[in-house]
């Protein structure tokens, strides 16, 4: 089995299409097609739909699939083992959205400074959807977040610290500087899309009383949210260290809401052990690490 074939696979599938694959691996189409061809006689069995658009795996390439991803990852590995204690190459890392507007500049200079010769591919994404892109050998290491109360247990698992939120409101807004979470029933939010782990805290804290989150935007990026937040459009939920280097801090104003603290825990996953390629995953921990130290250090009373 040649590995190359292997590659091309894995990449038609999570490309969505062999020309997509094609540009990924610096080939031409008929390449890729001959390389899948060869996999197939090799394994014996239909990797591809060929009929579907855009590329789909048969059942037995969605198992062959899965095995094919574990076979790269533990080449990748090797190779990584093999190396002198420099790093070098392709780094492959997620950033959740959730901390992404605060970390993915620090961290890529981090990167930068501390190894130089690591060629850092950072994403940012949902957490659910980095897990899944880990686990499936797309990611070498992802920051996600977590609830609280659901530590991720394993030995390539590092807490970073927790995040926590503040409810945002513009500078006119009605509602008193201290609350209940029932007042927040019927006010419109800017707010995160689905997947959110703060919305997703919203939503239960507002069903009890027999409420919904009633969305004006939902949109990523606190900056915006704030900025929208300042022109009265609605009120938010948004991270104190991001709310105190804002231009807009002037024109918002914090509501305590007594019976509703938001928090997710931040955490460093890796694929495994990465070798010399530990000093960048750390380098990247350690921003994120620090924004959350940060964050925690001025939500805190003097």
Same mark, same amino acid.
């Given at each position: 089995?040649?590995? %190359?074939? #292997?590659?091309?696979?894995?990449?038609?599938?999570?490309?969505?299409?062999?020309?997509?694959?094609?540009?990924?691996?610096?080939?031409?189409?008929?390449?890729?097609?001959?390389?899948?061809?060869?996999?197939?006689?090799?394994?014996?069995?239909?990797?591809?739909?060929?009929?579907?658009?855009?590329?789909?795996?048969?059942?037995?390439?969605?198992?062959?699939?899965?095995?094919?991803?574990?076979?790269?990852?533990?080449?990748?590995?090797?190779?990584?083992?093999?190396?002198?204690?420099?790093?070098?190459?392709?780094?492959?890392? +997620?950033?959740?959205?959730?901390?992404? &507007?605060?970390?993915?500049?620090?961290?890529? %200079?981090?990167?930068? !400074?501390?190894?130089?010769?690591?060629?850092?591919?950072? !994403?940012?994404?949902?957490?659910?959807?980095?897990?899944?892109?880990?686990?499936?050998?797309?990611?070498?290491?992802?920051?996600?977040?977590?609830?609280?109360?659901?530590?991720?247990?394993?030995?390539?698992?590092?807490?970073? +610290?927790?995040?926590?939120?503040?409810?945002?409101?513009?500078?006119?807004?009605?509602?008193?500087?201290?609350?209940?979470?029932?007042?927040?029933? +019927?006010? !419109?939010?800017?707010?995160?899309?689905?997947?959110?782990?703060?919305?997703?805290?919203?939503?239960?804290?507002?069903?009890?009383?027999?409420?919904?989150?009633?969305?004006?935007? %939902?949109? =990523?990026?606190?900056?915006?949210?704030?900025?929208? $937040?300042?022109?009265?459009?609605? $009120?938010?939920?948004?991270? &104190?260290?991001?709310?105190?280097?804002?231009? =807009?801090?002037?024109?918002?104003? #914090? #509501?305590? #809401?007594?019976?509703?603290?938001? +928090?997710?825990?931040? =955490?460093?996953?890796?694929?495994?052990?990465?070798?010399?390629?530990?000093?960048?995953? %750390?380098? $990247?921990?350690?921003?994120?690490?620090?924004?959350?130290?940060?964050?925690?250090?001025?939500?805190?009373?003097?």
């Amino acid at each position: 089995m040649n590995l %190359e074939d #292997v590659r091309a696979f894995v990449a038609v599938i999570d490309s969505g299409s062999i020309g997509h694959a094609a540009r990924r691996l610096a080939l031409t189409q008929p390449a890729v097609s001959r390389r899948i061809q060869r996999l197939e006689e090799v394994l014996g069995v239909t990797l591809l739909d060929r009929d579907s658009k855009p590329a789909k795996a048969t059942r037995a390439g969605e198992a062959a699939y899965r095995r094919c991803v574990a076979v790269l990852r533990a080449a990748d590995a090797l190779a990584r083992d093999s190396r002198s204690a420099t790093a070098a190459g392709p780094l492959r890392v +997620g950033l959740t959205l959730a901390l992404s &507007e605060a970390v993915l500049a620090p961290a890529i %200079e981090a990167v930068r !400074t501390r190894c130089p010769a690591v060629a850092l591919r950072l !994403t940012t994404e949902c957490s659910g959807a980095l897990r899944r892109q880990l686990a499936d050998g797309q990611l070498d290491a992802a920051v996600v977040m977590a609830k609280n109360d659901r530590p991720l247990d394993g030995p390539h698992a590092k807490k970073l +610290g927790t995040e926590r939120v503040l409810v945002v409101v513009p500078k006119d807004s009605p509602l008193e500087d201290r609350v209940g979470v029932a007042a927040l029933a +019927g006010q !419109t939010f800017v707010i995160n899309p689905d997947g959110c782990g703060f919305r997703a805290q919203l939503d239960r804290a507002l069903a009890v009383h027999g409420a919904a989150v009633e969305v004006m935007a %939902e949109t =990523w990026g606190a900056s915006l949210q704030l900025a929208l $937040i300042a022109r009265g459009l609605g $009120i938010g939920l948004i991270p &104190e260290g991001i709310l105190a280097a804002s231009p =807009w801090r002037d024109a918002v104003r #914090v #509501v305590t #809401v007594e019976d509703f603290s938001p +928090g997710l825990d931040a =955490w460093m996953l890796t694929a495994g052990p990465l070798g010399p390629f530990e000093a960048a995953v %750390e380098a $990247i921990a350690g921003s994120a690490r620090a924004f959350l130290t940060e964050n925690l250090a001025t939500a805190e009373p003097a």
